[in-house]
């Protein structure tokens, strides 16, 4: 026989679950920004400490640029194998050299360097960062008079601000680059038209779409792995150091998404970047 | 120096602190003393402004800092150093950086001043040649003694030792409690020790407080408290030191603890 009492209390249960993790998700999104604002104000107050975001630079560029440019190049190919292949049929095939320029340079640049930034520095950072918290070595910056989110925070939000389209360049490069020895080996095309092709076809307005992203998902980068780090509980130990750190690069992998979404929209339908 | 009124402090529901008043005067050195997991590291941090409390206020200073912005804050904690049960070194520095990390943050010092600072704290701690070492090449021992040189570093006018003796050999617990002294009474600074260990309680402290589920159970003098007629405390003191304490007999210890009993 069914319990009623126990069916009602269950049902009860589920609204109470949903409700709750609706009402954490919120409240951690808030936490979040309110990280990130305190972040930008502290980037603007002085003392500013340009050896730490160096270091920062340097970390994210060794660990990153090789990575950056052999996912770029292979991009490139891929982009270039399938749009030789499917323009050919509509004997449109010289413009796949378009194709490859213009995907690259507004989309696949900076979405491929964004990816594998959060995968490897989003991730890092809040290993690092949540690995202090648990280790009491932020509560020590506090107890030393140090402004931990300006010691922190500040340096990694700045450097992958920075690089983040400094690397875009190299990948979006290496994508037409790629691109370009695809369709020239496989395919035959003639190289020299290919690049004037993409000359032909890289505007201004496409360059700065293709930094106001990847500056945006820097900053997205940063902010969740600084967030991840930071919010862990001192009483998580190693466990939490690893929740946090996997939970970082999906979160930041979603939020990479969701904001290409949203700036497409906006650079393309409301600002009318070409 | 410090005062604490009223103070309540949970985690979820667990009730830490629980309507605790504190007094610590300027120049003394007051001994906490309770149980493991009784709320003595918790206590630390909320003097250090480093836990917010539920209720009650915490003076440090002549400052109520429970609601104070963190600018203001930082100020004050400059004045504090705090040794970290866990000694809380920064991995990714050298064991000179961390000592030297405040100096650094707060003073337009040079390098070879900031150097000099360094060499003379550890000389205070008794350790040599392991300024280039990093946290993770050193013992537990170790460790904490840079941690106590690193809470030295910016000559706090408060100190907040967490455990500073656990972990140490004899004789290393005894130079610690001889530097825990003579910085009190040299330098006047007003400290706070948590120690497990009675023979270092009677050591330094010139005050001490029984911590008993959130509230102090006893409070007063090393002398006082000896006397105090109440079996937790009395079994808690007798446990950790017998001999130290009642064997009054014995004049090489009473040298080493450095107090007459009674
Ligand atoms: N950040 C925290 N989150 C949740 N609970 C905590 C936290 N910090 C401390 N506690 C709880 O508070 C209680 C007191 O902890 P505290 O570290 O102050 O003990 P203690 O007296 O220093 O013990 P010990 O002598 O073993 O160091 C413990 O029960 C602990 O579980
Ligand atoms: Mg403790």
Redesign the pocket.
Known sequence: MRNPPSESASSNGLAFLIKNRLHSTLSEIGEACRLLAETIFQIFRPPWQFDLLMKQLLFIGFNSLSVVLVSGFFTGMVLGVQGYVQLKPYAVEGSVAQFVSVSVVKELGPMITAFVLSGRIGASITAELSTMKVTEQIDALEVMGTNPVKYLVVPRFLACSIMLPTLTIFSTFAGIFGGYVAVVSLFGFNGYFYVLEVQKNLYVGSVLISLIKATSFGMAIAAVGCYKGFSI???GGAEGVGTATTGSAVISLITILVLDFVLNHILFNILGLI | MISIKNVRKA??T?K?INGLDLEIPRGETLVIM????????????IIAGL?SVDTGEVWVDGTEITKLKKKPLNQIRRKIGMLF?SAALFDSMTVAENIAFMLDQHTDLSQQEMRKIVDEKLKLVDLHGVQELRPAQLSGGMRKRVGLARALAFNPEIILY??PTTGLDPVTCTEINELIRDLNQQLEVTSVV?T?DMHSAFSVGTLMVM?HEGKQLAYGTPEAMINEDNPVLQQFILFGAPDQILNIDNPTLKKFTGRKPQ
């Open positions: 509980s001192t009483a | 985690f979820d667990k830490v309770g149980r493991s997991g009784c709320g003595k590291s918790v206590l630390l941090k836990l049960q967490d455990e948590v497990h911590l």
